[in-house]
């Protein structure tokens, strides 16, 4: 992990002397989870892919803006790729076409299968996931990948605001407990 | 204005999902930003949605991807270095201006809230609106605050081991130019790196400590920056 966020750090040193090579680098890494996160909050290929670029952009033009001492570069960019992905939904088009794929995800939990790395790690989490109550988990992947705010939440659930924003907060905590149980069998 | 603590309880894990609305967000922002107990909510919840991130299936990458992340990038004036001035530049006591001096938890709540909004969080939303109010309820609690030319504001918040800097509303640099970041102690200016803007926000990490500032300024200087200001600032604090 210290090895990782050393690559990280070294990465963005490379970008903030205007190394193009290490912007190849970082998109070599992260730009096919960039590009999914931006496809599963979006589903429109088009527009996920102009998230995806905006994002390698956005680090390409603020390298500084990336901390190493809050986390990886990975969860950084996915972070700023889910912003642009949720500014875009909450425009109303982008949001139509998506609602019924995205309520069609959040009734289910399924592991896929997927020939890549870190499989592992996502199948732990999407099975965290499925340990949610299912009240739980519409409303954290509404949250999440929705980019609903806990009223848009509430109303598209059919609740009151009061449980939007309990569920959300219940939903997070259960998450953390299942994530933190099964860290530790692993050892 | 404050209320209790228990109506802004059931808020943090909205917050930190990005799920409060902007009409609310400030209020929001500003209670997490004083209040302990919601703080250290806020740092778990924050660890759990990265784990979040990690269900995304990778996507293939379209041909050219790469390419076209480039030829966008040199469109526009190459992204200026935004690290601060080397070794040797003399470190200053800081010191917010007319604020009492910060003990060491609110500069570490500081750190927090800002890791948990992330500058990432100013990066990438596009409703300057809303990064203004958030920024401003921060600001509040602690930090200096700066006015620039046509509405532009500026923020700087000290975090554990620096300071956040984060601008709104300042306009691209004609080419050629970057920005850059000062702070005055006795009207004599330090240099705490350049940078540029994207959507109209700027954020900088200056990651040495900077102490004793009386002031900041924003001035225009040529790509690369300036040994001193060479310009009227276009953003100072008060």
Redesign the interface.
């Known amino acids: 992990m210290g090895r990782k966020l050393d690559v990280d750090a070294q990465v963005v040193r490379r970008l903030?002397?205007?190394d193009?090579g290490a912007?190849?680098e970082a998109?070599?890494l992260y730009?096919?989870?960039v590009?999914?996160?931006a496809?599963?909050i979006l589903f429109e290929p088009a527009m996920?892919?102009e998230v995806?670029?905006d994002t390698?952009?956005?680090l390409?033009?603020?390298?500084?803006?990336?901390?190493p001492?809050?986390?990886s570069l990975?969860?950084?960019l996915?972070?700023?790729a889910?912003?642009?992905a949720?500014?875009l939904v909450r425009k109303e088009e982008a949001r139509t076409r998506a609602r019924d794929l995205l309520m069609a995800e959040a009734e289910t939990a399924t592991t896929?299968e997927?020939p890549?790395d870190?499989l592992e790690?996502?199948r732990e989490?999407?099975d965290?996931?499925s340990c949610l109550s299912e009240m739980q988990r519409e409303a954290?992947v509404l949250?999440?990948f929705g980019?609903?705010?806990?009223?848009e939440?509430a109303a598209e659930l059919g609740v009151p605001e009061?449980t939007?924003?309990?569920r959300?907060?219940d939903?997070?905590i259960k998450?953390?407990e299942v994530?933190n149980k099964s860290d530790t069998t692993e050892i | 204005m404050d209320r209790p603590h228990e109506e802004y309880k059931?808020?943090?894990?909205?917050y930190?999902?990005?799920?409060?609305?902007p009409d609310e967000l400030a209020e929001a922002a500003h209670h997490i930003a004083s209040c302990t107990t919601c703080l250290e909510e806020a740092k778990?919840?924050s660890?759990?949605?990265?784990?979040?991130?990690?269900?995304?299936?990778?996507?293939?990458?379209?041909a050219g991807?790469?390419d076209?992340?480039?030829a966008?990038?040199q469109r526009r004036e190459?992204?200026p270095?935004?690290?601060p001035e080397p070794a040797g530049a003399q470190v200053l006591p800081f010191r917010p201006f007319r604020r009492p001096a910060l003990s060491g938890i609110l500069a570490a709540a500081a750190a927090v809230i800002i890791?948990v909004l992330?500058?990432?969080?100013?990066?990438?939303?596009?409703?300057l609106q809303r990064s203004r109010q958030v920024i401003s309820a921060l600001t509040a609690e602690r930090g200096l605050a700066l006015t620039g030319t046509g509405g532009s504001e500026g923020h700087m918040v000290p975090t554990e081991?620096g300071a956040l800097f984060a601008a709104v509303g300042l306009p691209e640099p004609p080419a050629g130019r970057t920005y850059q970041l000062w702070a005055l102690q006795n009207e004599r200016p330090l240099s705490l790196?350049t940078?540029?803007v994207?959507d109209g926000e700027?954020?900088?990490?200056i990651e040495d400590p900077v102490e004793g500032v009386d002031g900041m300024a924003v001035t225009v200087e040529p790509e690369g920056g300036s040994e001193q200001p060479s310009t009227d600032p276009v953003m100072r604090s008060a």
Not at chain 1, 147 to 151: A, E, L, N
Not at chain 2, 47 to 62: K, M
């Open positions: 903030q002397n205007g193009e912007l190849r998109i070599g730009g096919g989870v590009l999914g996160m496809r599963r996920a892919e995806a670029q390698f952009l956005a390409w033009r603020r390298p500084g803006a990336f901390d001492t809050r986390g990975q969860s950084f996915l972070g700023v889910r912003n642009k949720i500014d896929m997927n890549t870190r790690e996502r989490v999407r965290a996931l954290i949250a999440y980019g609903r705010t806990y009223r939440v009061g939007a924003k309990t959300l907060r939903g997070l998450l953390k994530l | 059931d808020l943090v894990a909205a930190v999902l990005g799920a409060i609305p778990a919840h660890d759990v949605i990265d784990e979040l991130a990690l269900t995304i299936d990778p996507a293939p990458l379209p991807f790469a076209g992340v480039l966008l990038a190459p992204a270095s935004e690290t890791g992330g500058a990432g969080f100013l990066d990438a939303r596009s409703d081991n790196g940078f540029g994207e700027a954020v900088v990490r």
